[in-house]
């Protein structure tokens, strides 16, 4: 039977890709194991999925002075260990990885005993994680032309972000009832990211009066960040977090508010929902979401609004904006070609295989 490992962790985006080949990987017959941290993220989100599971030391590898930089290599070095030991014991025909911390002892134990690495890099630039990695894949797979150029050219492969197929299942009167809105006014979603966003859910709120004379809202605010005092208020619905009714929560929607997470984008690129991105400032990540959502910009597929141009009238006038011209990104984001990265990655996973394991 064949084998992979997948890993990758510290956040959902390192996670959801891997979840969404998962299927094509079970239908080819691949016996699947994961690898991630103790107790990230990963772990419950690949458990509740069914495929077994190891966790091994991490530590993160920082470019700026913190007491944790003096413990972490040896978490790092603990990890290294505990994945040779894994891999040792359950001998993969090749590895995939998505990326963050923990992926970097997995990839470095797979060179050892020389398995072949798909890794893929889901934003502009490479993170430093990926960057510790790409020396030992065999290919590095990307989200956004603009990537190739900072990766080895005989290596790299624009495939897009695996989508998960379920979430373009989405049923948009099943989405209606779940939220108790109606067909009458058009849809605006809101999604502050995986850990909220106290800037974009302040911001929608300030202008809601506003808004709700054109709009009815489902707003995803993340943990702890509802607006008790607006609960009840017609036409504004507002989630911690949605977990298998979001695919039809996105089908309700007409358009978007997000983040420029790679991940969340490729999603709504493959959804083909116009939308407004906010991005992180650099003050709060490595600028890799401003580069994110003006790539996405340059192709037609979003409106970017910077979070620090934000003003009541700025961001009331990119939502009209954007709901007005949503025909125009519909259009754009139909002709990418960036629609078939489960196939893509699966092709290249195959192509790793020993010749006797082929399909």
Do not use: W
């Not at 039977?1 to 985006?13: D, E, P, Q, V």
């Not at 014991?89 to 020389?114: E, N, Q, T």
């Not at 009167?173 to 009458?184: C, K, Q, T």
Request: with cysteine; aromatic share 8%.
């Amino acid at each position: 039977m064949k084998k992979i490992i997948l890993t990758g962790g510290g956040t959902a985006g390192h996670v959801t890709p891997n979840l969404a080949l998962i299927p094509a990987l079970k239908d080819a017959g691949y016996e699947i194991r994961y690898i991630g941290s103790y107790q990230g993220i990963e772990r419950r989100l690949i458990e509740n999925a069914g495929i077994p599971y190891d966790g091994i030391s991490s530590g993160k590898l920082r470019r700026y002075f913190d007491l944790k930089n003096f413990s972490d290599p040896f978490r790092v070095l603990k990890g290294y260990g505990e994945a040779r030991r894994l891999l040792k014991r359950y001998r993969p025909d090749v590895i995939f990885s998505k990326g963050g911390f923990v992926a970097v002892p997995v990839v470095l134990a797979a060179k050892h005993f020389k398995i072949p690495v798909i890794i893929h890099e889901s934003d502009m630039t490479p993170g430093l994680a990926n960057k510790l990695c790409i020396p030992s894949a065999v290919k590095v797979c990307c989200n956004f032309p603009e990537t190739l150029k900072y990766l080895p050219a005989d290596k790299a492969v624009l495939t897009g972000s695996p989508i998960r197929a379920d979430l373009l299942r989405g049923d948009r009167l099943s989405g209606l009832n779940y939220a108790h809105l109606s067909s009458e006014k058009p849809i605006l979603m809101v999604i502050g990211g995986s850990l909220g966003s106290v800037a974009v859910n302040q911001a929608v709120r300030g202008i809601l009066p506003r808004l709700l004379e054109t709009f009815q809202i489902i707003h995803i605010c993340g943990k702890g960040n509802l607006d008790e005092g607006l609960i009840g208020t017609p036409g504004y619905v507002q989630y911690e977090y949605v977990d298998a009714p979001l695919k039809h929560l996105f089908a309700a929607a007409d358009v978007v508010i997000s983040r420029a997470g790679a991940n969340s984008i490729c999603e709504l690129l493959a959804l083909k929902k116009p939308n407004l991105l906010i991005p992180l400032p650099a003050s709060a990540s490595r600028g890799d979401q401003i580069l994110n959502a003006a790539s996405f910009a340059k192709q037609g597929f979003s409106r970017v609004l910077e979070e620090e141009q934000i003003t009541p009238d700025s961001l009331f006038e990119a939502i009209t904006q954007l709901y007005a011209r949503r025909r125009d990104y519909i259009e754009a984001m139909e002709k990418s070609s960036l629609n078939n990265a489960v196939e893509t990655i699966f092709s290249l996973i195959e192509d790793c295989l020993p010749k006797t394991d082929k399909i």
